[in-house]
């Protein structure tokens, strides 16, 4: 072939472009961009993945999906209702497989079961082996964090296709919306062809959500510059922290672990004198009402602290991956595992100083390097005033008459009147749980047991059983969301059986309530969200336990109904108080995923 300029290009350096051309439109498809410029994204669209996934089950013939809901597969859940397929809700997500299981058996086709992530899928794992054993085609959808926040300390987040994969025929995650179709329709074929068997499926909040509410949870914020300090001296800690107008200390579970004891740990974090907010294990680290003890505003008092200093906390979800920290403040981190210690600082936050070791004695080194420095009042005085304020407007919010029943803000109000110095709390649930950590102060270190970060919903009976054991001097009291305590009702035949006494406060407000605030405003139905205002205290009272019950018709017995409670369970008798309670506004904007 000959050139303008007469030379002539060798076949070879031909062929190598044609290589190499074809080589990029080949990974241009694989990664789709040719089909994005074919198919741009409507962002204002409420369409969501869940439809597909709805679509794909009908076309299928399924009739039945079996669910306990969350909100990781709200959307499914509300599309298939729209299309006409039964959603049947359950009270354990063992149960939702099972019913599934026997769907498949009875009619020869897929039966069909959804969970949320984590704690609610790995709820599945016996109900799913006893399919593969028995050789029954269950199609299990699973919830999970957003692609983007995986590894980054999302709620729930796991490796959910490691723990399935030696279970079933064939699993999979969702990774983009046009995919759903195809990888559920492989996965139904899998299930059913040769030796029939379970396949599981994992959808991704940011493959079922409409596509506004991904981005706006999802997209990163400009990310940080700078390098993290590695292997720096508790001194760099301490000379940041002298300079400190507003400083403030966050403290999580590790600060707890031995060897430090807790109340020498007390004792440092009242020497230190700076403003704190405790967590987890942590709580009740400083008693109740201590004046260093900040309760509310943490994210104000975050934006406005010129160094934080986080001890034992992780910049997961529970501080939103970092975005609540200011990129003006000096953060200092200490923790025992690097990779939690750092996590998101890649994107979101970056620490002025990281200390990989032991969080309570980290904190003794750093009072001990301050010698006695104190810092000025007005900045704990002005923290100080504004947990006054949002306990006023607590105080409102008790005040006011809901639809039905008793308002829960009042009800946990007189909760923690009626806590002795000795109670441990254990709590396990969503909407109630999370009300009373606003209003119910530990007494001490050590006497608040929640599930921690993984967000495990069934803790309670076991948590109480072992903390009373441990405790026999203690006064043990569970407080239970309604959805929460169907996990753990039978354990009350474990606790009469085994004589030990124990208070549960049920807050019933019929329904699952924490995912319905979400569900409802953003996708229009209350679907798996509904319970009733069933008689736990009656089923407790069949299991040889005391039963006591408050609802409207005992507004002005609430305290005495919990002093009843408490002198039974002086008296050896474990006891289930079921308290009915109506909807507030108390707990609108958190998250439940």
């Not at 108080?577 to 108390?586: A, E, K, M, Q, S």
């Amino acid at each position: 072939m000959e050139t303008p300029a007469g030379s002539f290009v060798p076949p070879l350096l031909l062929l190598a472009c044609a290589t190499l051309v074809a080589a990029l439109l080949g990974a241009a498809h694989r990664l789709g961009l040719f089909y994005q410029l074919l198919h741009k994204v409507d962002k204002a669209s409420t369409r969501h993945g869940g439809e597909n996934v709805a679509a794909v089950l009908r076309a299928h013939g399924v009739r039945f999906l079996f669910t306990l809901v969350g909100g990781h597969i709200s959307p499914l859940l509300v599309a298939c209702e729209k299309l006409g397929i039964r959603v049947v809700d359950t009270r354990h997500e063992v149960t939702a497989v099972f019913a599934a299981d026997a769907v498949a058996r009875l009619t020869g086709t897929v039966g069909v079961a959804a969970v949320t992530a984590g704690p609610g899928l790995t709820n599945t794992v016996t109900a799913v082996k006893n399919a593969q054993i028995a050789q029954s085609p269950v199609l299990l959808l699973g919830g999970a964090a957003g692609t983007l926040l995986q590894k980054r300390g999302a709620l729930q987040a796991i490796d959910q296709l490691s723990l399935f994969r030696p279970l079933c025929k064939f699993s999979a995650s969702v990774r983009r919306v046009r995919d759903i179709v195809p990888t559920l329709r492989a996965a139904i074929a899998a299930a059913q062809s040769g030796t029939p068997g379970p396949v599981f499926v994992e959808l991704p909040i940011d493959v079922l959500y409409p596509y506004f509410m991904v981005q706006k949870e999802m997209v990163p914020a400009k990310p940080p510059k700078g390098l993290v300090a590695w292997g720096v001296s508790v001194q760099r800690c301490v000379e940041i922290l002298s300079r400190a107008k507003r400083p403030l200390l966050v403290l999580g579970s590790q600060a707890l672990l031995p060897p430090t004891p807790a109340d020498k740990l007390r004792a440092a974090v009242e020497t230190l004198g700076v403003p704190c907010f405790l967590g987890g294990m942590a709580r009740g680290l400083l008693g109740r009402n201590h004046p260093l003890h900040i309760r509310q505003n943490r994210g104000a008092a975050l934006k406005k602290a010129d160094v934080v200093i986080l001890a034992g906390i992780v910049c997961d979800f529970r501080l939103s991956y970092g975005r609540v920290l200011s990129r003006s403040s000096k953060i200092i981190i200490a923790n025992r595992n690097r990779e939690e210690m750092l996590l998101n600082s890649d994107i979101f936050w970056k620490p002025r100083e990281a200390v990989q070791g032991d969080v309570g004695s980290f904190v003794l080194k750093l009072v001990g390097g301050l010698q006695g420095q104190t810092w000025a009042p007005d900045w704990v005085e002005e923290l100080r005033e504004a947990d006054r304020r949002k306990e006023q407007a607590f105080r409102e919010k008790a005040a006011m008459a809901v639809a039905q029943h008793l308002n829960p803000v009042r009800v946990l109000q007189l909760v923690d009147e009626a806590l002795p110095d000795n109670s441990i709390l254990v709590v396990d649930g969503g909407d109630f749980v999370g009300t009373a950590a606003h209003l119910v102060q530990p007494r001490g270190p050590l006497r608040w047991l929640d599930p921690g970060a993984f967000g495990t919903l069934g803790v309670g009976a076991g948590f109480a059983l072992g903390a009373k054991l441990c405790r026999p001097d203690a006064e043990v009291w569970c407080l239970f969301g309604d959805g929460a305590f169907g996990y753990s009702l039978i354990e009350f035949d474990t606790f009469v059986r085994h004589k030990v006494p124990v208070v549960a406060l049920i807050g019933n407000d019929a329904g699952w309530t924490q995912i319905s605030r979400e569900q409802v405003p953003s996708l229009g139905s209350n679907v798996a969200c509904g319970l009733a205002y069933t008689d736990y205290h009656k089923a407790a009272m069949g299991l040889g336990a005391r039963g006591l019950l408050l609802s409207r018709d005992h507004e002005e017995q609430v305290a005495s109904v919990l002093r009843d409670a408490q002198e039974q369970c002086r008296d050896g008798h474990p006891v289930v108080v079921n308290i009915l309670i109506g909807r507030t506004d108390f707990r609108d904007g958190s998250i439940a995923v």
